[in-house]
């Protein structure tokens, strides 16, 4: 600080591999991007919801007074809800906002809504809904099994190989839900190589997994990792090198799945020679490889991005079934693991502190979607959807509200969310920045970021816990979400039949401080609860954070199950593993039997659609940023090129269509376009383009608003469910062409705010 302003973030004292992405929240703060008052769309502060809604996204705004603002908000929260009931309000609001346990934007919105009588909500995350809908029924909660997740330590005690699908990309590891007090994974990583692991990754990119590492490389096709898992096991059986113990101790028909798995139910043997056709492994590689695990102590991970393709609940289901039939789960060390390295906390032995959170309240309206499906109920009110077997309707949305999350980001085939968003009448967000989702909205208000406000901070698999403090005034007219939510509620009648004053019941009376005091108070009778001592909160305050001791000993998955299945079964049906779920058989979805399956996704390397799109597009998560968030900043502007979000390519498929180092090119397929330079790149696959997500979505609307000048993938994915089991996103079953681009390139506006006038 100097003379009471911000002048230099540094990293946590005990933070031994601090981000560099964080340093940029400062920069950001006062940037070119933030908005300074609340904001009203031209189309709509004229027409109301009668308004052009094909406007969205290239429309000018109204600078307004917060009382015009909040008035205007009230009124339409208040319009929809009479017209439609609570459930034509849409506020899934999916996102991951800034950390903290108070100002949470989410939970602010969703105690607002929940008392205002509710809202049509969302389910599962764009992460991995695939896994969090199957894991129960094969092998538990997948929450459960991350709090739970074999650390490091452990696989360096106790496995000798560790064989990575989706590599183990450490770069993602910057990252933690609520934060991280030390950045440890790459230095956990190393401490196993050391201890003697190897590691093989499995994957279209070689820097999936860190180089220090020496991984064997097997470039396989993407979307294709089950049929290698399943010529993984074909091989164990056929040479007898499956644990046929465990199975049947500890799992629940496997049988049922042989038939399967060796041909004689289908006629297809899943072999090595089978898989080889499709995943670009060979036949020799896959045996060689059954072998070597058979053979060792091995440790199989997925990651989480396995999830997000079509059929991307059969991986993870897959996984569960080849290590059973290795015999190592539950074992220091080996079974499975669910996205090491995915984020910061995957495989950390940490303490489990659930710390305390700002109470939500209940949300009276049952109404849901999962969450990818958003553009799908968007375009279609009434119609039935099958969600985890069983089946649903889709709401009809007035009003949708965004606060900490931005779908402009997040969701696939923007082009299509640009359409489907035309069907509500009223978009209100919450938003420090002019985000694409900001420029989305009709009324936006401005937002402070983590630096203007105190806060609790700290993640449930962490043992820091931070007392984050205000270090500058909110920007321009920014208020807290809080804030936001409490001047809505003192314009607004809580539900129907309450008599109680909404304001009132919103805020409880308190304060900043006299919520932070509640929240910490809570936090610590949870800690002592479990035997752990915190200091009082003043003293927490004073020393900027607290840490709690690590466990003594490496936290190992499935151990009590292993230990005593009857006495620790898991919350499966049959409380074993289930390699066969007569829940899922039950469902009757095509082409899901009860047992794990390889299916050919829509779009991949082995598609007819190749002919026309020959090239699988992975958008994976971006070195520089967290999602979206940030890419404004001087770090990750470094790692554009031209100022386009840059693309990775084998120098076979470069050379094809003449285009060097460094060319601009143009991403297309069906569905849209994005501007990008090519980095040529022996480390993927051929055949794959790597762009990683988080360009701000920057429509050329003049010359072809399907085209993203600026590289977003979203403009190209396909809006696809992973199945009708979980209804995941399958963003990453995509193909698309690349051609060079040799004309002027239109320039990047995603960072110019939209124009903006004064009312009158
Ligand atoms: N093609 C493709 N798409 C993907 C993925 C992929 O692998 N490929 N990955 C998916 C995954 S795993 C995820 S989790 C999603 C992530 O999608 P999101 O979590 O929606 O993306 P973010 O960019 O983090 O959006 C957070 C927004 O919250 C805003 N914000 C920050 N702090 C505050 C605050 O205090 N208050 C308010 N009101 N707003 C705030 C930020 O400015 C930002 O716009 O993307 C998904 N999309
Ligand atoms: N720096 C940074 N870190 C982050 C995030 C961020 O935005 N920035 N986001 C965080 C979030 S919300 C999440 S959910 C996690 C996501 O964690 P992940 O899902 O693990 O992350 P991704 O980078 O999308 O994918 C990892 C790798 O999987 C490979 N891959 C893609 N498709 C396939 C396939 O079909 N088969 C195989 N074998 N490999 C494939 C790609 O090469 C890719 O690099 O990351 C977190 N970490
Ligand atoms: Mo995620």
């Not at 190897?198 to 820097?207: D, G, H, M, R, W």
């Not at 108070?521 to 915190?534: C, D, I």
């Not at 297309?668 to 480390?683: K, Q």
């Not at 383009?689 to 993203?708: F, H, I, R």
Request: charged residues 20%; negative net charge; hydrophobic residues 40%.
């Amino acid at each position: 600080m100097d003379s009471g302003k911000p002048v230099a973030l540094h990293g946590f004292e005990e933070d031994t591999d601090p981000s560099p992405i964080g340093d940029a929240m400062l920069e950001t703060r006062d940037g070119p991007c933030r908005i300074v008052k609340p904001m009203v769309r031209c189309g709509f502060l004229e027409h109301g919801k009668a308004s052009d809604r094909t406007r969205r996204g290239n429309d000018s705004f109204v600078a307004v007074e917060w009382d015009f603002a909040l008035d205007l908000a009230a009124s339409e929260l208040a319009r929809v809800r009479d017209e439609r009931g609570n459930e034509g309000i849409y506020a899934g609001s999916y996102g991951w906002a800034s950390a903290g346990r108070f100002h949470h934007a989410q939970s602010q919105m969703r105690r607002f809504l929940n008392l205002f009588g509710g809202f049509t909500s969302s389910r599962n995350t764009y992460s991995y809904a695939a896994a969090e809908v199957i894991m129960p029924h094969v092998a538990g909660s997948l929450n459960k099994l991350l709090l739970e997740h074999t650390s490091w330590r452990s696989i360096a005690e106790g496995a000798k190989l560790v064989v990575a699908f989706g590599g183990m990309p450490v770069r993602n590891a910057q990252i933690n839900p609520g934060g991280i007090g030390n950045h440890s994974q790459a230095s956990d990583m190393m401490a196993a190589k050391k201890a003697g692991v190897e590691f093989v990754s499995i994957s279209p990119s070689a820097p999936d997994t860190m180089e220090e590492l020496d991984a064997d490389w097997l470039a396989i096709k993407p979307n294709t990792d089950v049929a290698m898992m399943l010529a993984l096991a074909h091989t164990l059986v056929d040479e007898g090198l499956h644990d046929q113990a465990f199975l049947e101790k500890y799992c629940v028909g496997f049988e049922a799945f042989l038939p399967y798995l060796m041909g004689t139910s289908d006629g297809v043997p899943k072999n090595a020679q089978w898989a080889e056709n499709i995943t670009g492994i060979s036949a020799d590689s896959i045996i060689t490889l059954a072998r070597r695990m058979a053979n060792t102590l091995t440790m199989i991970s997925v990651s989480w991005s396995l999830t997000r393709q079509q059929n991307g609940e059969q991986p993870y289901w897959m996984v569960v079934v080849l290590a059973a039939m290795l015999g190592g789960i539950g074992k220091p060390g080996t079974g499975f693991a669910l996205g090491l390295s995915a984020v910061s906390s995957i495989g950390s032995d940490r303490v489990h502190l659930p710390w305390a959170a700002l109470p939500t309240g209940k949300n009276p309206v049952d109404r849901f979607i999962p969450v990818a499906r958003i553009a799908d109920m968007l375009l279609n009110p009434g119609k039935p959807f099958q969600y985890d077997g069983k089946e649903y309707i889709y709401p009809d949305i007035g009003l949708v509200y965004w606060a900490g999350g931005n779908p402009f980001h997040h969701h696939q085939d923007l082009n299509r969310l640009r359409r489907a968003w035309q069907q509500v009448e009223t978009v209100i967000v919450n938003e420090p920045f002019w985000t694409p989702l900001a420029r989305h909205a009709d009324i936006v208000f401005p937002t402070t970021v983590s630096l203007e406000r105190n806060d609790l901070s700290g993640s449930s698999r962490d043992d820091y816990f931070f007392a984050t403090q205000k270090v500058a005034e909110p920007f321009g007219e920014a208020r807290n979400d809080r804030d936001i939510f409490a001047g809505l509620a003192s314009r607004l009648q809580p539900l129907s039949n309450s008599t109680t004053d909404f304001l009132e019941a919103f805020t409880e009376g308190r304060n900043e401080d006299e919520w932070l005091r509640e929240l910490y108070r809570e936090t610590k009778e949870r800690g002592e609860n479990l035997g752990y001592s915190l200091p009082d909160y003043d003293a927490f305050k004073k020393a900027g954070f607290l840490k709690l001791d690590s466990p003594a000993e490496p936290k190992v998955l499935l151990e009590e199950f292993r230990s005593d299945p009857a006495a620790h079964p898991l919350s499966t049906p049959s409380g074993l593993i289930e390699i066969f779920s007569e829940e899922i058989a039950g469902f009757n979805l095509k082409n899901i039997p009860g047992h794990p399956v390889w299916n050919e996704p829509i779009e991949w390397l082995g598609s007819e659609n190749t002919a026309k799109h020959p090239l699988h597009l992975v958008s994976h998560q971006p070195t520089r940023r967290l999602h979206s968030q940030l890419d404004q900043s001087s770090h990750s502007q470094a790692g554009k090129i031209k100022g386009r979000e840059p693309c990775n390519i084998n120098p076979s498929d470069a050379a094809k269509r003449k285009i060097k180092d460094g060319d601009m090119v143009r991403l297309f397929n069906d569905r849209g376009a994005c501007l990008s330079v090519a980095r040529i790149d022996a480390n993927v696959r051929e055949g794959v383009v790597m762009l990683a997500t988080g360009a701000w979505y920057d429509p050329d609307w003049s010359n072809d608003p399907n085209c993203c000048k600026h590289g977003n993938p979203n403009s190209l994915t396909a809006d696809l469910p992973t199945s009708e089991l979980a209804q995941g996103p399958g963003a990453l079953t995509c193909l698309v062409e690349l051609e060079r681009f040799d004309k002027t390139p239109p320039k990047v506006t995603a960072f110019v705010p939209p124009e903006i006038s004064n009312l009158e």
